[in-house]
């Protein structure tokens, strides 16, 4: 490969399978995905009433274990991840020492003195970096595993009879955060109750030589519940609708958590200092005292669609930045999700719109999330 040539993404352990199935790939952080096998709103809807199947071999995993596991993990990060006890998840970032977002995580506690983190694909090596760093002085191990796992999510309302139909583990005990081990229809899994759809489902750690065998099971036993596979292009959808933020659109380095809104995952009172503690302090004081740009939801009066950096306006003035935007299957309408002046993030505020090329398109200010599933 010369010089001027780009890496080839990489693929996954379920590539020659997506192919077979006539999904359309992309290049996304550096793999090649599924973006979608048919009909996106199809996929999506599937989600919403029956069920999904996904790959998301992506994902970065990444090892930490040790007697002090969990020193260096609340060292490293802005939560009591000390705190999470064995067979649970926490939601989580890792911020710089400015404070600024590296990555959110989902961090699973396997064992008392091993943890799983889960980085999105874009940052895995930047937070494997950072934790390698971060390690110095503690007695406790960084291991990169990102090749060590595959990862399948089965998610929407009939995901927990079809994952049942394959595996005697304790389902109806698995709280949502939560991960057991456990067999998946005679493959070895760590079975995870998490998602980023808004629905219940379901998180299935693997090794990659067993993957194949696996989708193939939850295809077979999902057939008769409606279950279908669902490539890249749904699960933004799903997410936008669920108000759940995305990696480089909601959340960056630019952003601490307060900013974003998500100061609730910081824990000041958490034993000993962490990366980013300082500023995030400041951090929060600056976000009472004058609070930030707010994230909420836009709803379209009209058919015109909002992206990613369109410029939110009122009164002719820009008072914010849409970050993701998309038609919404559920709503049936286009939404964003935009970080605007505090002044004008109430629901139902008067005059806001979006700017797409040139015409001031009126939106509806909502709260987020645009969809919540029924329990």
């Given at each position: ?6 890496p ?18 992309t ?20 989600v ?7 790959d998301?071999s992506h ?7 040790g007697?002090?596991a ?9 939560g009591?991840i ?7 998840a ?10 600024g977002?590296l990555?959110?995580?989902i ?10 983190v ?10 494997l ?5 971060r390690s ?6 960084v ?8 990862l399948?999510?089965?998610q929407g ?8 139909s ?10 949502y955060?939560?991960?057991l ?13 998490t ?19 696996l989708?193939?099971a ?7 519940a ?7 292009s749904c699960r ?9 933020p ?6 960056s380095?630019?952003?601490?958590p307060?900013d974003a809104?998500l100061?609730?995952?910081v ?16 951090a ?17 009066e009209?058919?015109r ?7 939110v ?7 914010g930045?849409?970050?993701s935007g998309a038609?919404s299957p ?17 629901p ?8 797409i ?11 987020l ?5 029924q329990?």
């Amino acid at each position: 490969m010369s010089s001027t040539e780009s890496p080839r993404p990489r693929r996954t352990a379920l590539d020659a399978l997506h192919r077979s199935l006539g999904a359309t790939m992309t290049d996304f952080a550096g793999w090649d995905m599924p973006l979608r096998y048919g009909s996106e709103r199809d996929e999506h809807l599937a989600v919403r009433t029956r069920a999904g199947l996904f790959d998301l071999s992506h994902m970065g995993e990444i090892t930490v274990t040790g007697p002090q596991a969990a020193a260096l993990l609340d060292h490293a990060l802005v939560g009591d991840i000390g705190a999470v006890k064995t067979g649970r998840a926490r939601y989580t970032m890792i911020c710089r020492a400015d404070g600024g977002i590296l990555d959110d995580l989902i961090v699973y506690r396997l064992a008392e003195h091993e943890y799983l983190v889960v980085a999105n694909a874009g940052n895995a090596q930047v937070v494997l970096d950072a934790l390698v760093e971060r390690s110095a002085g503690f007695d406790a191990q960084v291991r990169d595993d990102r090749d060590a796992y595959a990862l399948i999510a089965v998610q929407g309302p009939e995901s927990p009879g079809i994952l049942a139909s394959l595996t005697d583990a304790d389902l109806d005990g698995l709280k949502y955060y939560a991960g057991l081990p456990g067999t998946v229809a005679g493959v070895p899994a760590l079975i995870a109750r998490t998602g980023y759809t808004g629905e219940d489902g379901f998180e299935l750690f693997v090794a990659p030589g067993d993957a194949e065998k696996l989708w193939q099971a939850l295809t077979e036993a999902g057939a008769p519940a409606g279950l279908v596979p669902c490539g890249l292009s749904c699960r933004d959808t799903l997410r936008l609708e669920a108000g759940m933020p995305l990696y480089g659109h909601e959340l960056s380095t630019s952003l601490t958590p307060f900013d974003a809104g998500l100061g609730r995952v910081v824990k000041f009172g958490k034993e000993g200092d962490f990366v980013g503690r300082e500023a995030l302090l400041a951090a929060a004081g600056r976000a009472e005292q004058n609070p930030p740009r707010v994230l909420v939801g836009l709803v379209a009066e009209g058919r015109r669609v909002p992206r990613a950096g369109y410029p939110v306006v009122a009164g002719g003035a820009v008072i914010g930045e849409v970050t993701s935007g998309a038609p919404s299957p559920t709503l049936g309408r286009p939404i964003a999700m935009a970080y605007v002046d505090a002044v004008h993030a109430a629901p139902g505020t008067a005059g806001v719109g979006v700017d797409i090329r040139g015409t001031h398109e009126p939106y509806e200010v909502v709260a987020l999330p645009f969809y919540r599933r029924q329990k």
